[in-house]
């Protein structure tokens, strides 16, 4: 039987990125499809079904001797962030593929049909809208909306799930994916030091951190960078750094908020050039839905006085957002039992990541597992899993699908 470890040695070199090291695997890229293939040959050849639903998810079905109604689902994304690690979202997927491997072992006969679903663009890197796949399927957005997204060279959703084989026709709401999920369980890496400070190598999650995403367009005057006197520009460059400086202190003084900007676009971009426009993305985090809301507001206000200052106008516009997500109760209380076997006394513990579990938590009960990264590292090529942990990981795993099948 394969090891977590040994199953995603196989995918090692898929996506790396020599620029900005560890791997870029954006939705629909060839690096992202080729992990999509990847999958569908791993799940074949341990007998399963593979489907793709009218919104890009992929659905590996064990059994469905039982029906596809209510089923119990597992499973990940297979998109990084830009320069990303190898755990965040694969972790999930070749662990529930090992649990499958495990239950089989184990000679389960399911008692309801076991799926292991890959949710396209849960970062949201290409296209900016997080958990893109698990929000199309849940309906929480305007399908017209997303086809019109673009990625950062002007493609749009529905050209590049197009060209990626789906018909951009039938993306939204899915009533017949939602039937199918009776409980949902992710297994991810966890993105920070709380398993590290617990000294366990899995978790059971209990709560995820409500976030959002904005881009704040500041346009200026763009001009040249030697005629230009320094008393008569409108540089829309000099605002957003007094932007980023804003949101950080905002964010500081706010007990328990995260705000980041990650990503900041001049254009045109010249190194002689004072840029016409500046794109920069804001993600804003608390666990109380109005305090990100008053977060957010404080931060709109003081860059609408930085730009205006620097004789610039900024518009904001929201890109996504997603409350404060309790995980389902019993299901925790299901998956403390079941690891009663294997990890007496696991610990639970919040994440401040997002993930397609808080998404689909609308239409199911849904439960997560978090498996230890030494480094408390992610969203970096840092992120790591030692290899004992990770098939600690998946063991936890298969005892919570055994219990739930
Ligand atoms: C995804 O990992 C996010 O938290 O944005
Ligand atoms: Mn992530
Ligand atoms: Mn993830």
Redesign the pocket.
Known sequence: MQTVSSVLDAISDVGRDATRGGYSRGVFTPAESSLREWFTAEAETRGLAVETDRNGILWAWWDVTAGRDGALVTGSHLDS?PGGGAF?GPLGVASALVAVDLLRERGVRPQRSLAVAVFPE???SRFGV?CLGSRLLTGTLDPDHVRSLTDPDGITFADASRAAGLDPAHLGRDEEAIARIGDFVELHVE?GRGLIDLDSAVAIGSTMLG?GRWRLSITGQGNHAGTTLMADRADPLVAAAQVVLAVRKAAAEQDGARATVGRLQPVPGGTNVIASRVELWL?VRHEDDAVTAALLERIHGQAQKICAFEGCRATLTEESRSGTVHFDGALQRTLGNALGRSFPGAPTLPT????DAGILGAVAPTAMLFVRNPTGV??SPEEFVERDDADAGATALADVLDDLL
């Not at 401040?352 to 993930?355: K, L």
């Open positions: 962030v965040d849960e970062e949201g997080s993105q976030h993600d401040g990541a997002g993930h992610s969203h």
